[in-house]
């Protein structure tokens, strides 16, 4: 770390996490010596090919699977060590999913979708309501609330999907190729809501193959083959029309990736 960060000015530290697969007598290396830093508030991309380690990385991100070396420090907490316990109350209590096909349940209502995701926070049953709603209007889908996902449209389950995320008010907002299943113009406006989460402080790493929807975050990391490099500015400029330049102030306090 640099004399400029704290604990409290990170949200997550990686140093040299590997994750080995053994596959029949091979080993296979699906992360090498991945560091990443993500500073609070900042958004990150992580782009790289089918293959190149960004499920496994999502993974560890996300408590789900452990590095088989190096450290993970989240919240300033070596996590890398936990036990499932330990690791699943984090992961509910700090860290929100958005997945490419939404992972909603079908028979429950859009609100009750939002609400069962602080089942095990300890927040009551009333207080779960009325967060839910909140989520929702604050991704525009309160007139929704009763209707079952299935009467939804891609777009608008995806946004039940961010209302899910974030109702508790997570410091990591993971997301995996939220964009993925939708068509561009709907993909647009998911984008523009990740836009205005971050706006509002939060910490946002996105996992995509897609370059231009990469350029929407502060700044990218490169996925190759489990190894992570750093995407330049101008680069990182180039992936899309609608890219911003990665002109967070932080940025230079937070190196994230060395190869
Ligand atoms: P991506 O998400 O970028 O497509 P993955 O993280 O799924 O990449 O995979 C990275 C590498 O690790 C690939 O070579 C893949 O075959 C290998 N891998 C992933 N999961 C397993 C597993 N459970 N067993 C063996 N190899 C795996």
């Known amino acids: ?19 080995t697969y053994l596959s029949g007598e091979v080993e296979v290396a699906a992360l090498a010596g ?10 990150v991309s992580i782009v790289g090919p089918s293959g190149s380690g960004k499920s496994t990385l999502l993974n560890i991100l996300g408590l789900l699977d452990r590095p088989t070396s190096g450290s993970y420090r989240f919240e300033g907490l070596e996590v890398s060590g936990l ?11 700090r860290i929100g999913f958005v ?10 209502s859009v609100l009750e979708n939002v609400a069962l995701s602080m089942l095990y926070t300890g927040v009551s049953s009333k207080d779960r309501t009325q967060r ?15 209707f079952t996902p299935t009467r939804l449209s891609g ?26 299943n939708l068509d561009s113009k709907t993909s647009d406006s998911i984008l523009g809501l990740f836009d205005g989460l971050r706006a509002g402080g939060l910490t946002i790493v996105m996992i995509t193959h897609d370059a231009s929807v990469a350029a929407r975050a502060d700044r990218s ?23 911003r330049l990665g002109t967070d102030s932080r940025g230079a306090a937070h190196q994230g990736a060395q190869s």
């Open 83 to 93: 036990d499932e316990t330990e690791r699943t109350a984090v992961r509910g209590r």
């Open 34 to 43: 991945v560091d990443l830093t993500v500073g609070r508030g900042e958004y």
């Open 132 to 146: 839910a709603r909140e989520a929702l209007a604050s991704v525009g889908l309160e007139q929704r609330a009763e």
């Open 221 to 243: 990391v490169r996925i190759r083959d489990g190894v992570l490099s750093a995407v330049g500015a101008a680069e990182h400029a180039r992936g899309g029309s609608g890219g």
């Open 99 to 108: 997945f490419q096909a939404f992972h909603l349940l079908s028979h429950r």
């Open 155 to 180: 777009g608008e389950r995806q946004r039940v999907a961010i209302a899910r995320a974030i109702v508790a008010d997570p410091a990591l907002l993971l997301a995996d190729e939220p964009t993925g």
């Open 1 to 19: 770390m640099t004399a400029v960060e704290t604990d409290a000015d990170v949200v997550l530290a990686l140093e040299g996490i590997g994750r």
